[in-house]
């Protein structure tokens, strides 16, 4: 591999591994809304255990992402300065705006939330959840703004060798940002109904004690996986329809796609390979698609299997399945992401900068020292993440610190 190949794969490593953690934050913000709402309006005890439980599984997640993401943030300038000084200027305050406007909220407004229990009123503390939940799309919408500038650059002008933005409302309304943004959005739905609904039918197949806590989750979680599975598909076909030439050249195979978009890149820039990798393209619309088939196949009849409170509370193979299918959505999220990053090579920002121009002046042994690097932090937090999410997952509602209620010493008895 060379010096590009081995930074390409960094990238591609960490911005996966980082993926994962948004996932599962996107969807199990969202259900946490949903069922402490459900809790401060009906004042029952079921659903605030609920909330207790699936809110301290999300702190762990949200924490762990957090660390990913701060070392995501180093990418940049480590591996592909020739990136941002030619389109710093225009993708970056997309970048920036995430940062300050919906990162920063949401974190600060998460730990209100944290220690907010018993402290604040049950509206205020309900409301702290909502803007952590909005603003956690509001950070994903802001990432897929830049991601689509690359994607389909719009809304600027060249300027000495840069990039400069003349039209901020074109490259927030971008067909490749807006369509990917309710593509991933509704993919985090499905990771996080999956993982409550697996997770609840683990403690469900082991008989826990706190079984309504976890049927209601189950149900939740099927409930909303099944929809969102449908509606992924329609916007996925949405997404289809903004592909770059190349890409959609290189999903369809064919051979006369591809020479032509090769002849027009020769024409405009000269000799070279202007095509990406057909077989990862394919590969990875294939698992995305597969993957999709599998939920359906599982989510459909959990559907109908979830009104019914004897399979619910007995239905052990179905609560096998369940808890077998928590890792497929965050493959299939990996799919697609393979999909829509490895069509766009070899441009870093399609059709203007090819992803070797984009390249910091490195040695390929610094490349590779920052590969293992990368690679090792990385492979260590997935796993303690996991470790983490299983260990406390598994024990159960015993073993939520969340909102309990503090302690109170006992008021002395003064003697006489």
Same mark, same amino acid.
């Given at each position: 591999?060379?010096?590009?190949?081995?930074?390409?794969?960094?990238?591609?490593?960490?911005?996966?591994?980082?993926? &994962?953690?948004?996932?599962?934050?996107?969807?199990?913000?969202?259900?946490?809304?949903?069922?402490?709402?459900? $809790?401060?309006?009906?004042?029952?005890? =079921?659903?605030?255990?609920?909330?207790?439980?699936?809110?301290?599984?999300?702190?762990?997640?949200? @924490?762990?992402?957090?660390?990913?993401?701060?070392?995501?943030?180093?990418?940049?300038?480590?591996?592909?300065?020739?990136?941002?000084?030619? $389109?710093?200027?225009?993708?970056?305050?997309?970048?920036?705006?995430?940062?300050?406007?919906?990162?920063?909220?949401?974190?600060? %407004?998460?730990?209100?939330?944290?220690?907010?229990?018993?402290?604040?009123?049950?509206?205020?503390? &309900? /409301?702290?959840?909502?803007?952590?939940?909005?603003? @956690?799309?509001? *950070?994903?919408?802001?990432?897929?703004?830049?991601?689509?500038?690359?994607?389909?650059?719009?809304?600027?002008?060249?300027?000495?060798?840069?990039?400069?933005?003349?039209?901020?409302?074109?490259?927030? $309304?971008?067909?490749?940002?807006? /369509?990917? %943004? !309710?593509?991933?959005?509704?993919?985090?739905?499905? #990771?996080?109904?999956?993982?409550?609904?697996?997770? *609840?039918?683990?403690?469900?197949?082991?008989?826990?004690?706190?079984?309504?806590?976890?049927?209601?989750?189950?149900?939740?979680?099927?409930?909303?996986?099944?929809?969102?599975?449908?509606?992924?598909?329609?916007?996925?076909?949405?997404?289809?329809?903004?592909?770059?030439?190349?890409?959609?050249?290189?999903?369809?195979? *064919?051979?006369?796609?591809?020479?032509? #978009?090769?002849?027009?890149?020769?024409?405009?820039?000269?000799?070279?390979?202007?095509?990406?990798?057909?077989?990862?393209?394919?590969?990875?619309?294939?698992?995305?698609?597969?993957? !999709?088939?599998?939920?359906?196949?599982?989510?459909?009849?959990?559907?109908?299997?979830?009104?019914?409170?004897?399979?619910?509370?007995?239905?052990?193979? !179905?609560?096998?399945?369940?808890?077998?299918?928590? +890792?497929?959505?965050?493959?299939?999220?990996?799919?697609? !992401?393979?999909?829509?990053?490895?069509?766009?090579?070899?441009? =870093?920002?399609?059709?203007?900068?090819?992803?070797?121009?984009?390249?910091?002046? =490195?040695?390929?042994?610094?490349?590779? &020292? *920052?590969?293992?690097?990368?690679?090792?932090?990385? /492979?260590?937090?997935?796993?303690?993440?996991?470790?983490?999410?299983?260990?406390?997952?598994?024990?159960?509602?015993? $073993?939520? @610190?969340?909102?309990?209620?503090?302690?109170?010493? +006992?008021?002395?008895?003064?003697?006489?």
């Amino acid at each position: 591999m060379d010096t590009v190949d081995l930074a390409r794969l960094q990238f591609a490593l960490t911005a996966g591994a980082h993926f &994962l953690f948004v996932a599962l934050t996107l969807g199990l913000a969202t259900l946490l809304a949903v069922v402490q709402t459900a $809790a401060t309006l009906s004042r029952n005890d =079921v659903h605030l255990r609920m909330t207790r439980f699936w809110g301290q599984l999300y702190i762990i997640n949200y @924490a762990m992402g957090i660390v990913t993401g701060l070392v995501m943030e180093f990418q940049l300038g480590l591996s592909w300065s020739g990136l941002t000084n030619y $389109a710093g200027d225009v993708f970056g305050s997309a970048l920036a705006i995430e940062t300050l406007v919906a990162f920063f909220v949401e974190s600060t %407004f998460l730990g209100l939330w944290i220690f907010g229990w018993n402290k604040l009123n049950r509206w205020a503390h &309900l /409301a702290l959840i909502w803007v952590v939940t909005l603003t @956690a799309y509001a *950070s994903a919408f802001w990432i897929l703004v830049a991601n689509g500038f690359l994607q389909n650059p719009v809304g600027h002008v060249v300027e000495n060798g840069r990039l400069r933005l003349t039209d901020f409302g074109a490259m927030v $309304a971008n067909p490749a940002a807006q /369509a990917a %943004f !309710w593509h991933v959005l509704v993919g985090g739905l499905i #990771v996080g109904g999956f993982f409550m609904a697996g997770v *609840s039918a683990y403690h469900l197949r082991r008989r826990t004690p706190e079984h309504e806590v976890f049927r209601k989750s189950l149900r939740i979680g099927v409930g909303v996986a099944l929809p969102t599975t449908f509606l992924n598909a329609a916007f996925g076909g949405i997404s289809f329809g903004t592909l770059q030439p190349a890409k959609a050249a290189a999903w369809s195979g *064919s051979a006369s796609k591809l020479a032509e #978009v090769q002849a027009e890149f020769a024409a405009r820039f000269g000799p070279g390979d202007y095509l990406p990798d057909v077989g990862w393209v394919r590969t990875g619309g294939i698992v995305m698609i597969m993957l !999709w088939l599998l939920m359906m196949i599982v989510g459909v009849p959990s559907f109908l299997l979830m009104f019914a409170k004897p399979a619910v509370y007995r239905f052990r193979p !179905w609560h096998w399945v369940l808890t077998l299918m928590i +890792p497929v959505p965050f493959v299939a999220t990996l799919g697609g !992401w393979v999909f829509r990053e490895m069509g766009r090579q070899p441009w =870093v920002v399609y059709g203007l900068l090819r992803t070797s121009e984009a390249m910091s002046p =490195v040695t390929k042994a610094q490349a590779t &020292l *920052s590969l293992l690097a990368f690679t090792t932090v990385f /492979a260590a937090l997935i796993a303690v993440n996991t470790w983490l999410l299983a260990r406390y997952a598994r024990r159960g509602l015993g $073993a939520v @610190a969340l909102g309990d209620r503090p302690i109170e010493a +006992p008021v002395p008895v003064p003697s006489f």
